[in-house]
């Protein structure tokens, strides 16, 4: 599962098909219309075991119902690449700070400019007037003054904003708080990406947040936990040659043993193979155990 903003999750899915199908292993990728649908889907949807999505949706949901049980049942693997925070308003407003009452567009419900921004501004303590507009028609509201500004996270250089007509407009900068901003990173968004937004030299200070790939957690000794073990351990072995060049994404940026705030890795015991077997030998099957698991 992917919530599909992007298209860095199309291109992940082609290189993961393609790499873990040497290991006899079969992804079918499917898009779930958003973060906080994504980890819904892996929760309790058969078949949908793995996902790609925002990390801060997590954080989102316990925020939203503290007595979720979404922190049992989710784990991650690893973070693969980071969405960062553009904040476009008018030229007269200068401080994010300013947005307080002020009409700002965050996408539609669901989506992971949602989903962000109203972690953001809560954290910021700034309450604007939301507006929820597709991206590019909350951009031509911009233009015609209907709004202020547009919250958009996306991997920079964001293709949206790259045919914005600049001309009275420019990013704001987004201040990072360590101890309230635990799901987020510090970020720059770079004059010679946006040389119509950033003018002068100077880079705009923002934030970003980690894709991860999450998995559900699977109790041990279960049909779904031996599965899944061998996904992460071939993803895992196959991550090295994911990284050559001649693949569609970037694999440089991948940590697989830093934290994400909220989440817990995955940790397995190595399911032993029969002897002599090597890993792209290994009997195949589906990876979902089905929902009778799920509980």
Do not use: C
Not at 14 to 35: C, E, K, Q, V, W
């Amino acid at each position: 599962m992917s919530d599909g903003s992007d298209g860095a999750i199309v291109r992940i899915g082609a290189d993961l098909h393609l790499a873990l199908d040497l290991d006899r292993l079969s992804l079918r990728t499917s898009d779930s219309g958003g973060p906080l649908r994504t980890l819904h889907e892996i929760m309790h949807r058969p078949g949908a075991d793995i996902g790609i999505v925002q990390a801060d949706a997590l954080e989102s949901l316990v925020l939203e119902n503290p007595s979720t049980t979404a922190p049992r049942h989710l784990r991650f693997v690893a973070r693969i690449y980071d969405r960062q925070v553009h904040v476009v308003a008018r030229e007269p407003i200068t401080d994010i700070r300013q947005l307080s009452a002020s009409k700002v567009n965050i996408d539609e419900p669901g989506s992971g400019s949602h989903v962000t921004a109203r972690l953001v501004f809560q954290k910021l303590a700034i309450e604007p007037v939301f507006t929820t507009y597709p991206t590019q028609n909350a951009l031509d509201r911009l233009r015609s003054g209907e709004i202020d500004a547009a919250f958009i996270v996306a991997p920079s250089p964001a293709p949206d904003l790259l045919g914005f007509e600049a001309d009275g407009f420019h990013f704001l900068n987004v201040p990072w708080d360590g101890e309230a901003m635990k799901s987020y990173s510090r970020a720059e968004l770079r004059e010679s990406d946006y040389p119509t937004l950033i003018r002068g030299g100077e880079n705009v200070q923002t934030i970003s947040v980690g894709v991860v790939v999450a998995v559900y957690n699977w109790p041990k000794r279960s049909r779904g936990y031996r599965k899944l073990v061998r996904f992460v351990r071939s993803f895992y072995s196959r991550l090295e040659q994911l990284q050559q060049p001649g693949h569609h994404f970037d694999w440089k940026d991948v940590d697989v043993s830093g934290q994400e705030h909220g989440w817990e890795r995955f940790h397995f015991e190595e399911v032993p193979r029969r002897p002599g077997l090597p890993l792209s030998h290994e009997p195949t099957a589906p990876l979902s155990a089905g929902r009778a698991d799920k509980a």
